[in-house]
C-alpha cells in the first residue's frame, strides 16, 4: 500500500468510525420502533418520563422558568403542573421519534389528518408557491407524512446537523414518505428556481435567530426576536404563506389545520407576515401549553 493510500485511510478512519458507533446506537432503536405503538408509550413512554422527570430533572429549571415568565399570572403550583404535563407530552413525542424509524406509510397517514386540504387546493389551482410557518409544537416530525397526503411537491428546510451520522439518520425518516430536505442556506437558490410551480415548503420559525438578528417582538410576555428569513424567501417567491397548527387527535394522532395568512405576501409591510406568524403561535401555546418545547433555551 502506498503512502498516500495510508494517509486516505487515517483520514477517513474518524467518519468511518463515527459512524460504527452511531449505527449500533441506533439499531437497537430501530428493533423498539418495530414494536406496537401501545406497547411502545406503555413501557419505553413511561420510563422515558420517569428517567427525565423523576430522575434525571432533564432542563427541569429551564422548563420552570420559561413557564412562569410566560404565564407570571400563574400561581407555582400551577406552572408545576404544566412542567409536568410538558414532559408527558415529551415522552409520548420520544415515543413518535421513535415509532418513525420503522412506521408504515398506511398507519402514519391514518393518525395524521388534514382537516382544511381545501384550503391548498385553492392555490394548487393557480400554480402558486406555498409556505408554511410552524413553531416546535406538537409532533412536527408528523407532518413527514404530507407528501402521501397532498398532491404537490413537500419541501422543508433543515439546518445540517454537528454530527452527520445522526443527521443521516434524521434525514431519513423525514423523507423516507417524500418530503424534500433543503439545507437553509440553499434554501433561496433552490426555491426561486420553482418558484413558478405549486409546491408547499414547510419552515420552523420559532427558533432563536442568533443575537442582533431576526424581528424584535414580545411573545409570551417576553421581548423576543424570532425568525424572518421565511417572510423574506416568501417574498422573494411571492408565496402564498400559511400557518399551521397541530391539534392532538388520540394517543398518536395530529390534526394538521392550514390557516391563510397572506395571499399577497409583497403588499404587506416588512415583518408583518412574521409578527402574524408568532401572534398566532402564541394563540396557539396559551390553548394547549404543554405541547411547546419549553426545555428549548429560546430566550437568552
Given at each position: 500500500m502506498t503512502m498516500n493510500g495510508r494517509t486516505r485511510i487515517r483520514e477517513r478512519w474518524p467518519a468511518v468510525w463515527e459512524r460504527a458507533i452511531c449505527g449500533a446506537m441506533l439499531f437497537p432503536v430501530f428493533l423498539l420502533s418495530r414494536l406496537p405503538q401501545p406497547l411502545l408509550s406503555a413501557t419505553i413512554g413511561r420510563c422515558c418520563y420517569f428517567f427525565i422527570y423523576s430522575f434525571a430533572r432533564y432542563r427541569y429549571q429551564v422548563v420552570?422558568?420559561?413557564?412562569?415568565?410566560?404565564?407570571?399570572?400563574?400561581?407555582?403550583?400551577?406552572?408545576?403542573?404544566l412542567a409536568k404535563d410538558f414532559y408527558r407530552h415529551f415522552s409520548c413525542l420520544v415515543v413518535e421519534i421513535i415509532k418513525s424509524f420503522s412506521v408504515s406509510r398506511r398507519e402514519l397517514a391514518g393518525r395524521?389528518?388534514?382537516v382544511d386540504a381545501d384550503l391548498l387546493e385553492q392555490y394548487?389551482?393557480?400554480a402558486k408557491p406555498m409556505v408554511a410557518l410552524l413553531g416546535h409544537y406538537g409532533n412536527w416530525e408528523s407532518?413527514?407524512?404530507?407528501?402521501?397526503?397532498?398532491?404537490?411537491?413537500?419541501?422543508a428546510l433543515y439546518k445540517p446537523l454537528s454530527n452527520k451520522s445522526v443527521g443521516r439518520f434524521v434525514m431519513y425518516t423525514r423523507s423516507r414518505f417524500g418530503m424534500q430536505l433543503i439545507p437553509a442556506e440553499k434554501a433561496v437558490r433552490q426555491l426561486m428556481k420553482a418558484k413558478d410551480d405549486a409546491s408547499l415548503s414547510l419552515f420552523i420559525a420559532d427558533q432563536f435567530p442568533g443575537r442582533n438578528r431576526g424581528l424584535p417582538m414580545e411573545l409570551l410576555n417576553q421581548p423576543t426576536a424570532l425568525f424572518d428569513g421565511a417572510e423574506?424567501?416568501?417574498?422573494?417567491i411571492d408565496a402564498v404563506v400559511f400557518y399551521i397548527e397541530l391539534e392532538r387527535n388520540g394517543e398518536a394522532g395530529w390534526d394538521v389545520h392550514f390557516s391563510?395568512?397572506?395571499?399577497?405576501?409583497?403588499?404587506?409591510?416588512?415583518?408583518?407576515?412574521?409578527?402574524?406568524?408568532?401572534?398566532?403561535?402564541q394563540e396557539t401555546i396559551r390553548k394547549e401549553p404543554a405541547y411547546w418545547l419549553w426545555s428549548h433555551r429560546r430566550w437568552k
Amino acid at each position: 500500500m502506498t503512502m498516500n493510500g495510508r494517509t486516505r485511510i487515517r483520514e477517513r478512519w474518524p467518519a468511518v468510525w463515527e459512524r460504527a458507533i452511531c449505527g449500533a446506537m441506533l439499531f437497537p432503536v430501530f428493533l423498539l420502533s418495530r414494536l406496537p405503538q401501545p406497547l411502545l408509550s406503555a413501557t419505553i413512554g413511561r420510563c422515558c418520563y420517569f428517567f427525565i422527570y423523576s430522575f434525571a430533572r432533564y432542563r427541569y429549571q429551564v422548563v420552570v422558568q420559561n413557564l412562569s415568565r410566560s404565564f407570571p399570572e400563574k400561581p407555582y403550583a400551577e406552572i408545576h403542573a404544566l412542567a409536568k404535563d410538558f414532559y408527558r407530552h415529551f415522552s409520548c413525542l420520544v415515543v413518535e421519534i421513535i415509532k418513525s424509524f420503522s412506521v408504515s406509510r398506511r398507519e402514519l397517514a391514518g393518525r395524521v389528518r388534514i382537516v382544511d386540504a381545501d384550503l391548498l387546493e385553492q392555490y394548487q389551482c393557480k400554480a402558486k408557491p406555498m409556505v408554511a410557518l410552524l413553531g416546535h409544537y406538537g409532533n412536527w416530525e408528523s407532518l413527514s407524512i404530507l407528501p402521501s397526503k397532498l398532491s404537490i411537491p413537500v419541501k422543508a428546510l433543515y439546518k445540517p446537523l454537528s454530527n452527520k451520522s445522526v443527521g443521516r439518520f434524521v434525514m431519513y425518516t423525514r423523507s423516507r414518505f417524500g418530503m424534500q430536505l433543503i439545507p437553509a442556506e440553499k434554501a433561496v437558490r433552490q426555491l426561486m428556481k420553482a418558484k413558478d410551480d405549486a409546491s408547499l415548503s414547510l419552515f420552523i420559525a420559532d427558533q432563536f435567530p442568533g443575537r442582533n438578528r431576526g424581528l424584535p417582538m414580545e411573545l409570551l410576555n417576553q421581548p423576543t426576536a424570532l425568525f424572518d428569513g421565511a417572510e423574506k424567501l416568501a417574498k422573494a417567491i411571492d408565496a402564498v404563506v400559511f400557518y399551521i397548527e397541530l391539534e392532538r387527535n388520540g394517543e398518536a394522532g395530529w390534526d394538521v389545520h392550514f390557516s391563510l395568512i397572506t395571499d399577497k405576501p409583497n403588499e404587506t409591510a416588512k415583518g408583518e407576515i412574521t409578527r402574524c406568524f408568532g401572534e398566532r403561535l402564541q394563540e396557539t401555546i396559551r390553548k394547549e401549553p404543554a405541547y411547546w418545547l419549553w426545555s428549548h433555551r429560546r430566550w437568552k
